[in-house]
């Protein structure tokens, strides 16, 4: 039996956790620069409001006093959804974090006691220990598990856990379920199974085996089908750790010269140094890509994208770091405005052991190199993000008169909430 523990509306419940004043109102959280809404309450879902809506059209639509807004507050997001799944690791055997709010976990073992309280359990002590409303599926699958997860969402009946352990709940579920809903099935094979007369995931699990494979040829597509008839075939591995890592923004304005996209690939370099650390792994490649923006047809136009194979794989901050700006460097063409960038590490495996290159000349700098990297995570998790960066991370201000600032500064967030978890500037003040 396997399970999947989900976040309700993350964004907006943790900024809910230290506001309980928002709670039952509409609230929506913002993109990067406040372009756009990537996360919205129940509440303003009913208002009207949409996912991926420009926030000066909510904002014409709506007004500002009908509406909690937020920029976003990853630093926030990350230290509360660290908290929820540090629970569920210790309540489960086995446990794969699929993204920042959700997380696969494996219940064998576990057949002996009832499941469904269990769950429900589960939900209650996450929300009395951190705040967060969590929602449990439970199947024999993956694929089905996350489609119980979005029953325990949607209905209230199931008190935030939801089990298919029959096969009459199974393809009840199947019935119930569109089929551009599923696990494993995007946007654009949603569409061709449509075309087919494939609406739900019942009309595509009825299919038979020689037809999926006809048409679609895609061992991710068949194994989703064997999946919802009922077998167990999506490999634990494939959850486990990422394959690639990509961090990239669009830039709050538009950028020409070379040092302040330096600036901008490093803060992205790091970042993706940072998340190859956390997972325990190294890559071999890193990738950079540039490019001007596409909606301004009156200015010239120009993208590329540049690769670097590492001597050794690494997930050292100062080797990633070096590699994107002398990829950024290779590509930068003078003469442009510049939009957005960003930085792909690739090639991904385990961190140990690591087969080094023996003319690499930063091998012998390995585990300094590793004990300055820990000395560094420590000290920002500890006192917030960004307390101790590199030289490159600096963002020049007031004309280059030696003031400067961090990645944050470049980044428009007018709405942005405390971090009272992972910053002592913000802790909270009891009167």
């Given at each position: ?11 907006v419940s943790c900024e809910r956790v230290f506001r309980p004043d928002l709670n039952n109102r509409p609230v929506v959280v913002l993109s990067n620069n406040d372009g756009c ?127 298919i352990d029959s096969d009459a709940k199974r393809l009840q579920a199947l019935k119930l379920y569109p089929i551009d809903k599923v696990w494993g099935i995007g946007r654009r ?221 470049a980044i428009r967030h007018n709405f942005r909430s405390p971090s009272p978890t992972t910053r002592w500037s913000d802790i909270i003040s009891l009167k």
């Amino acid at each position: 039996m396997y399970g999947i523990i989900d976040c309700d509306n993350c964004y907006v419940s943790c900024e809910r956790v230290f506001r309980p004043d928002l709670n039952n109102r509409p609230v929506v959280v913002l993109s990067n620069n406040d372009g756009c809404v990537v996360a919205l309450s129940n509440e303003a879902k009913q208002m009207g409001v949409r996912e991926g809506t420009p926030y000066f059209e909510v904002l014409s639509q709506f007004g500002s006093r009908s509406l909690s807004v937020f920029s976003s507050n990853y630093e926030l997001y990350g230290e509360l959804t660290g908290r929820v799944m540090s629970i569920i690791r210790h309540e489960v055997p086995v446990c794969f974090r699929y993204s920042i709010d959700e997380c696969f976990v494996s219940l064998d073992g576990m057949e002996h006691i009832d499941l469904k309280s269990w769950g429900e359990n589960l939900h209650r002590k996450i929300r009395r220990c951190v705040g967060m409303p969590v929602s449990i599926g439970l199947a024999p699958n993956k694929t089905l598990a996350k489609m119980a997860s979005h029953f325990a969402k949607k209905y209230k009946g199931y008190r935030h856990c939801c089990m298919i352990d029959s096969d009459a709940k199974r393809l009840q579920a199947l019935k119930l379920y569109p089929i551009d809903k599923v696990w494993g099935i995007g946007r654009r094979y949603a569409a061709k199974l449509k075309l087919h007369g494939c609406n739900t995931a019942y009309d595509f699990a009825a299919r038979p085996a020689g037809w999926v494979r006809h048409t679609f040829g895609n061992i991710v597509i068949q194994r989703t089908w064997q999946e919802l008839n009922g077998e167990d075939c999506v490999p634990d591995e494939q959850l486990a750790k990422k394959k690639s890592i990509c961090t990239s923004r669009s830039f709050n304005g538009m950028v020409a010269d070379l040092e302040t996209l330096r600036t901008h690939v490093s803060n992205y370099a790091v970042r993706c140094a940072e998340k190859l650390r956390a997972q325990q792994t190294v890559a071999s490649v890193v990738s950079v890509f540039l490019t001007t923006n596409t909606f301004r047809e009156d200015l010239p136009q120009y993208w590329n994208s540049c690769e670097l194979r590492l001597m050794s794989p690494s997930n050292s901050t100062t080797i990633i770091v070096q590699a994107a700006t002398e990829a950024l460097r290779m590509m930068y063409r003078p003469g442009y405005l510049y939009k957005k960038a960003g930085v792909i590490v690739m090639g991904i495996t385990a961190d140990s052991p690591i087969q080094q290159n023996l003319f690499d000349v930063n091998a012998g700098r390995f585990d300094k190199m590793k004990r300055l990297d820990a000395v560094i995570d420590r000290i920002n998790k500890v006192n917030g993000s960004e307390t101790v960066v590199l030289g490159s991370q600096q963002y020049t201000r007031d004309g280059g008169r030696g003031k400067a600032g961090t990645f944050a500064d470049a980044i428009r967030h007018n709405f942005r909430s405390p971090s009272p978890t992972t910053r002592w500037s913000d802790i909270i003040s009891l009167k």
